[in-house]
């Protein structure tokens, strides 16, 4: 497990994390997800050692990161840095020679890891020569070639097209799965995170407004909206008017006020026709997100 325990940054007056905590399992992928500036690049730089806490503590294990774990852990910076110069196969090898593999392991692993990028015909091209999404694709392979222990991707899938998205995905949900390995990476894009994170961890103002698995997150939050439709009853029906405290929301959904049994609303549509579905409606990832960072920023400015 990889733990982030109280992390506290202030760059001057700006607080960048305030407390932060959460933790991954080993062979999870993972989504770090919050607003521009919540702090997600700062505390992924404070579990890699490129900056150091004002307090609290990353661990791994169970014991308190250091150095030489570090050095066994993938990173993928938001400032991209490559060497334009260089091959992208020389490059991938040299990496992994520089976190302790021989010299043919280096060559081998970075064989295999541009091969599952998408990019073993650019082996010999210079970085410089790539296209941007490319260049992407020889990074991950940077923070892949020593078969890292965790994973830590700063927005990896940020100027991807489609199908890079997919091969990226792939090969994330493979090293997961496969290796063990915790997969932890920042994203805004919210239905990829939906679609490939066994778990999330939502930050607003360097603070965490919610963690946990995804599909557990969504379920809670189910709440007050209902989907239930009616054979042969598209749109919002008449009876739909009757039922006090259920507002339709459209496409079938209906939120209910509080205190108000959903049972009535299955009776009011009874009574017009039989009912095909009826059940809770459980919001996305990225509604979830707006409704939680909503929530949190109406409580500060209540403070
Ligand atoms: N070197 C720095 N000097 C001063 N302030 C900084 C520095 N780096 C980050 N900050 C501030 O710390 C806060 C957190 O920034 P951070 O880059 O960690 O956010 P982020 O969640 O990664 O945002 P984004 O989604 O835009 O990448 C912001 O208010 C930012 O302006
Ligand atoms: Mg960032």
């Not at 020569?129 to 990074?139: F, I, M, T, Y």
């Not at 009853?233 to 205190?259: C, F, I, Q």
Request: hydrophobic share 45%.
């Amino acid at each position: 497990m990889l733990e982030l325990d109280e992390l506290s940054k202030r760059y001057g007056e700006t607080v960048a994390l305030d407390r932060l905590g959460f933790a991954v399992d080993e062979g999870q992928a993972f989504g770090f997800v919050g607003p521009n500036g919540a702090g997600k690049t700062t505390a992924m730089r404070i579990v890699i050692g490129v900056l150091a806490a004002d307090a609290g503590e990353v661990r791994w294990r169970g014991a308190p990161l250091d150095a030489e774990t570090r050095r066994r852990f993938g990173y993928m910076p938001e400032e991209r840095g490559l060497y334009p110069k260089m091959a992208v196969g020389q490059q991938l090898a040299y990496l992994g020679e520089l976190h302790g593999m021989s010299d043919p392991r280096a060559r081998e692993s970075a064989a295999l890891w541009m091969k599952r990028l998408g990019i073993a015909e650019r082996a010999d091209d210079k970085v410089e020569e790539l296209s941007l999404g490319n260049q992407q694709r020889v990074q991950l392979g940077t923070a892949l070639v020593h078969e890292p222990e965790a994973l830590i991707l700063d927005e990896p899938f940020s100027g991807l097209d489609p199908v890079g998205v997919d091969v990226l995905s792939e090969v994330l949900l493979g090293v997961a799965r496969e290796r063990g390995v915790p997969v932890i990476f920042s994203s805004h894009q919210l239905e990829l995170v939906e679609r490939l994170c066994d778990a999330v961890a939502i930050i607003r103002a360097g603070r965490l407004v919610a963690t946990g698995g995804v599909a557990e997150l969504r379920a809670e939050r189910a709440g007050r909206r209902w989907r239930l439709e009616v054979d042969g009853a598209p749109g919002t029906p008449a009876w739909a008017a009757r039922v006090a405290g259920a507002t339709p929301l459209g496409n079938d959904v209906y939120e209910l006020a509080e205190d108000t049994d959903p049972q009535g609303l299955l009776d009011a549509a009874r009574a017009a026709g039989p009912v095909t579905r009826f059940g809770p409606e459980v919001p996305t990832l990225a509604e979830l997100f707006r409704d939680v960072i909503g929530r949190d920023s109406e409580r500060e400015a209540a403070r």
